[in-house]
């Protein structure tokens, strides 16, 4: 029953029914009709259910979760893909990285009002593909899926609630101009032992300068045209390697210099 399965995501991505709600243009007690099976859904509403669920529209409607799961690994595996679903292992290096410039991040901007948890997607998208169109390395080597949204880090939610678990963060709600916002508050400094020289985090430093002051909808729009968000296909992985395809718009790399 879609119904049941609208309400099985809302849960499993930790949504609320206002929030819903507002994002596809209906009131909350309308959005309780859906769930409860007394109101079908629109096209329109369908196809922003699935784009927020990052599930893909004819599976949503089928009420298949074709979402990316992610699986954090002690040990090194390699990525398994199949038709339905994406299974990431994460490698005990890149997820100690991560957290690391997580931690980084919320240290230095995740005060700020406009940065909820889209902010941080991008955020991160950016200093890992920024990086890797400068220097031709990664940076934590996250992977990014395209949905409606821009990219977002597959693994960020296992390695959040690993983080919360652990004490790390703090997961706060609150409201950024009437809209649901999730806010991730540092509860200890970050260990920058983790990042491999001075260049890495100075790179993070110019992202965080000449991005964190954006809305969500700001950057959401700008990763929209940036060459790699363009070129996926819905709710498939992003490819490192289209940053070196990139409009001067979003390009970061000076192509002139000699390297």
């Not at 709710?235 to 990139?246: I, M, S, T």
């Amino acid at each position: 029953m879609l119904a049941k399965f609208i309400q099985e995501q809302r849960k499993k991505h930790n949504l609320t029914q206002e929030f819903l709600a507002s994002e596809i243009g209906i009131s909350r007690p309308t959005y309780m009709q859906i769930e409860q099976g007394e109101r079908d859904l629109t096209i329109t509403e369908a196809r922003k259910l699935a784009d927020i669920f990052s599930i893909a529209f004819t599976n949503f409607l089928q009420g298949k979760d074709s979402s990316a799961i992610v699986k954090i690994e002690k040990s090194k595996k390699s990525a398994k893909e199949t038709e339905q679903e994406i299974r990431i292992s994460v490698p005990q290096k890149n997820l100690n990285k991560f957290k690391e410039v997580l931690l980084y991040v919320l240290s230095k901007v995740g005060s700020k009002p406009n940065v909820g948890e889209t902010v941080l997607y991008k955020l991160l998208y950016f200093i890992d593909f920024d990086y890797y169109e400068k220097f031709e390395e990664q940076l934590i080597g996250a992977t990014y899926i395209k949905n409606h949204f821009g990219p977002t880090p597959v693994e960020f939610k296992a390695i959040v609630d690993d983080m919360i678990k652990k004490g790390e963060i703090a997961k706060v709600e609150s409201k950024y101009f009437n809209h649901a916002q999730k806010k991730y508050l540092p509860v200890r400094d970050p260990d920058l032992t983790k990042l491999k020289d001075a260049r890495e985090l100075r790179h993070i430093d110019e992202v965080l300068a000449r991005l964190s002051d954006k809305n969500a909808a700001e950057l959401s729009v700008y990763s929209h045209e940036d060459v790699p968000w363009l070129v996926a296909e819905d709710n498939k992985p992003l490819d490192y390697e289209a940053v070196f395809y990139r409009a001067p718009k979003t390009s970061v790399r000076n192509y002139d210099e000699q390297d």
